[in-house]
């Protein structure tokens, strides 16, 4: 390891226990890495990868985890007192998300550290926020509409408040009385956010993040021309995060595999242009990163197609793949 491979690594958390060739223990998961600590390693010939450290830094990491604890003071005020505290969310949690949907080459990172189960409900308020904000942003949406765009999208389950936290909470199937009570979080959340001033249609996008453009969804079973297009993005960056994260009934599922269900639309009706775009843009963000085949042979990711985003050029070592040619090859693993 030379210094600045070290460097990448310092202020960052260990994911794995570190053991040396003799079975010692090294260092334990969650050490907080210092240059002494990567010498150990180093001295130990032991080579970490961007996989056994945690994404983000420990300073980033602490300031996302105060939003997500900032959203769970929202919603436990709301339950209590029925009203949205507008000033907390546009001085305290808005900030964070726009400042992380600035930093959209790190969206799959972000994804990992909310993965965790517990707090779910707030980490995807954050992370819905976050990633409605950086789909505005790919669909050229900027300033004061960008704003309203992050604000509708971090209180869009906001009526989740009002349902009882063992149904939200509840492992396995829901029954068809509870699937009732859990769908009308978006009426409750349009109440309360027009009672508490918010505009029509950021209130909308509670209301709405549940349509699909087909007429399948709820609350009404809106079609297409009748749902707001902030509600389409906030529907395409709900059902992602939702699938990529880990809940009480289910594991989370790789970003690559949630991509391709929404694309061949396995996940419901998304509108075809923002899902095109935001399945294009991941997609790109991974251009220059490492993958392995499902023929166990790596190469790199060189190339983005607009008509088939998810089935890239892959370069391996000088032998140029094109996925959408070879359909039998697959991205099996992400480096
Ligand atoms: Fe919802």
Do not use: W
């Given at each position: 390891m030379d210094d600045s491979n070290l460097d990448r690594f310092i202020g960052r958390r260990l994911r794995v226990d570190v053991f040396a060739a003799t079975g010692t223990p090294l260092l334990s998961a969650g050490?907080?890495?210092?240059?002494?600590?990567?010498?150990?390693?180093?001295?130990?010939?032991?080579?970490?990868?961007?996989?056994?450290?945690?994404?983000?830094?420990?300073?980033?990491?602490a300031s996302i985890m105060e939003a997500?604890?900032?959203?769970?003071?929202?919603?436990?005020?709301?339950?209590?007192?029925?009203?949205?505290?507008?000033?907390?969310?546009?001085?305290?949690?808005?900030?964070?998300?726009?400042?992380?949907?600035?930093?959209?080459?790190?969206?799959?990172?972000?994804?990992?550290?909310?993965?965790?189960?517990?707090?779910?409900?707030?980490?995807?308020?954050?992370?819905?926020?976050?990633?409605?904000?950086?789909i505005g942003k790919w669909l050229g949406i900027r300033g004061q509409e960008l704003i309203r765009l992050a604000m509708a999208a971090s209180v869009h389950d906001i009526g989740k408040s009002e349902i009882p936290s063992e149904l939200l909470l509840?492992?396995?199937?829901?029954?068809?009385?509870?699937?009732?009570?859990?769908?009308?979080?978006?009426?409750?959340?349009?109440?309360?956010?027009?009672?508490?001033?918010?505009?029509?249609r950021t209130a909308l996008v509670a209301l709405q993040h549940h349509e699909r453009e087909d007429g399948t969804g709820y609350p009404k079973g809106l079609h297409a021309g009748h749902i707001h297009f902030f509600s389409k993005i906030v529907a395409v960056a709900d059902v992602f995060h939702a699938m990529t994260s880990n809940r009480v009934y289910k594991s989370a599922m790789p970003f690559y595999d949630v991509l391709s269900l929404m694309w061949d639309g396995k996940l419901g009706a998304f509108h075809a242009h923002i899902l095109h775009v935001f399945i294009k843009q991941i997609m790109e963000l991974h251009i220059g990163k490492s993958v392995v085949l499902n023929d166990g042979v790596p190469g790199k990711i060189i190339y983005v197609s607009s008509s088939a985003p998810l089935k890239p050029l892959v370069d391996r070592q000088g032998e140029i793949?094109?996925?959408?040619?070879?359909?039998?090859?697959?991205i099996r693993e992400w480096v």
């Open positions: 050490t907080q890495l210092e240059r002494g600590h990567l010498r150990l390693l180093e001295s130990n010939k032991i080579v970490l990868s961007s996989k056994d450290v945690t994404a983000f830094f420990i300073e980033e990491e997500v604890s900032d959203i769970r003071h929202v919603f436990q005020s709301v339950t209590a007192g029925r009203k949205l505290p507008v000033d907390y969310v546009n001085e305290r949690i808005l900030p964070k998300v726009l400042d992380m949907a600035s930093r959209h080459g790190r969206l799959i990172d972000l994804l990992q550290l909310l993965q965790d189960k517990d707090e779910y409900t707030y980490k995807h308020t954050f992370a819905v926020g976050v990633i409605s904000s950086i509840k492992p396995g199937r829901l029954t068809e009385a509870e699937f009732d009570l859990m769908k009308r979080h978006a009426d409750q959340g349009y109440e309360l956010l027009l009672a508490s001033g918010l505009d029509e793949i094109d996925l959408s040619r070879e359909r039998e090859l697959t």
